[in-house]
C-alpha cells in the first residue's frame, strides 16, 4: 500500500500525470481536496482548489523548471475546488475553463423547487474565462482531453477523459458517495451521468478526494446501487406514514452521527424530488425544501 500523500508535497501518479493534495481536511473532503497536474512542459492544471496562499504555492513548487500552465480546468463551483483558480490564472497566465458560472446546469425540475435551501460550499463569484462544452476537446503539449458534462453532485460539474483515464470530480469518489444536495444537486442527472461515465471504459479514474480509483466500473455500479436502495429506503419509511425531508433521514440514517444529518436530509430531499418528478409520490402542497410528501 502506498504511504498516504501529505498536503503539498507531489506525488508522481504517472508519466505525465501529477497530484498536490490541498491542506484542507474535513468530513466532506476527506484529506482534502485533489489537484492533478496533467501534461509535461506547458500542463494543465485540473481543480486548483480552496484559496490557500499556501496550496497555491505547492502547485506551482510542484511544477518543474521552465514549465507553465496553458490551462486551468474547474470540475465545479464549490469552495474545495475553484476558488484558486482565479489567483492561480493571474499568477500562470493562463484561462481558466469550466462548463459555467455556480447556476450552469442546474435542472429544469429545481428551478421548480420552493424554498429550496442548499447552497453548500457554492462558490458564488466563480466564473470562468472559457466555457466548456459537453464534448469539447481541451489539447496541449502531449495530452489531449474531452470534457464531459457530468451534473448530478453539482449542476455546472464536469469530467475530463484522458486516454484511459478519467477525471471524476465529486461525481464518483472511491471513499464515499457524493452530497447531492437541491438545487445544485439532483439525483436523477446523477444517475444519468454515472451510466455515462461507465460507458467510457476507464482503467482508472482520479477524484477530487480520496485515492485512485483502479476500477472505475466497478465502483460506478456501486454508487448507482447504493442510490437505488436508498430511493428504496424512502418509498419504504414513506409507506403509511407522510413525512418531509428531515423526518425520513433521521428514520434511515438511524446509524450516522448527529452532525451529519443535515447533509443526509439533503440527500433525502434530492431523492423526494426526483420520486416526486416520476409521480411515485406527492408533496402535500407545493413542492417545496419542507414539504411533507407521501406516496400516491
Do not use: K
Request: charged share 15%.
Amino acid at each position: 500500500m502506498a504511504d498516504p500523500l501529505v498536503a503539498g508535497q507531489v506525488r508522481q501518479v504517472a508519466p505525465g500525470l501529477r497530484q498536490v493534495l490541498a491542506p484542507n481536511p474535513s468530513p466532506m473532503t476527506l484529506q482534502g481536496t485533489n489537484t492533478w497536474i496533467v501534461g509535461e512542459g506547458r500542463v494543465a492544471v485540473i481543480d486548483p482548489g480552496p484559496a490557500l496562499p499556501t496550496h497555491l504555492a505547492a502547485i506551482l513548487a510542484a511544477l518543474g523548471p521552465g514549465e507553465t500552465v496553458s490551462h486551468i480546468l474547474v470540475t465545479h463551483a464549490h469552495l474545495d475546488h475553484s476558488p484558486l483558480a482565479r489567483p492561480f490564472a493571474e499568477m500562470a497566465g493562463a484561462p481558466v475553463l469550466a462548463f459555467g458560472d455556480a447556476l450552469a446546469g442546474r435542472s429544469p425540475v429545481m428551478a421548480r423547487l420552493v424554498g429550496a435551501g442548499g447552497g453548500e460550499g457554492v462558490d458564488n463569484g466563480f466564473a470562468p474565462d472559457e466555457v466548456l462544452a459537453d464534448g469539447a476537446e481541451i489539447s496541449g503539449d502531449g495530452w489531449r482531453m474531452t470534457a464531459l458534462h457530468t451534473p448530478g453532485h453539482f449542476g455546472n460539474h464536469l469530467s475530463f477523459v484522458w486516454g484511459e483515464r478519467l477525471f471524476t470530480g465529486d461525481q464518483v469518489m472511491g471513499w464515499s458517495s457524493s452530497l447531492i444536495s437541491p438545487p445544485d444537486g439532483d439525483v436523477a442527472q446523477y444517475m444519468a451521468s454515472l451510466d455515462r461515465l461507465a460507458a467510457i471504459g476507464a482503467q482508472v479514474a482520479h477524484s477530487g478526494h480520496g485515492p485512485d480509483i483502479p476500477d472505475p466500473a466497478a465502483r460506478i455500479a456501486e454508487l448507482a446501487a447504493h442510490r437505488r436502495q436508498r430511493e428504496a429506503e424512502v418509498l419504504a419509511a414513506l409507506t403509511g406514514a407522510p413525512a418531509d425531508a428531515a423526518t425520513l433521514a433521521a428514520r434511515i440514517y438511524t446509524a450516522t452521527p448527529p452532525a451529519l444529518l443535515g447533509a443526509a436530509a439533503r440527500n433525502v430531499l434530492a431523492h423526494l424530488v426526483d420520486l416526486s418528478d416520476r409521480g411515485l409520490i406527492a408533496p402535500q402542497g407545493v413542492l417545496s425544501a419542507e414539504a411533507v410528501f407521501e406516496r400516491g
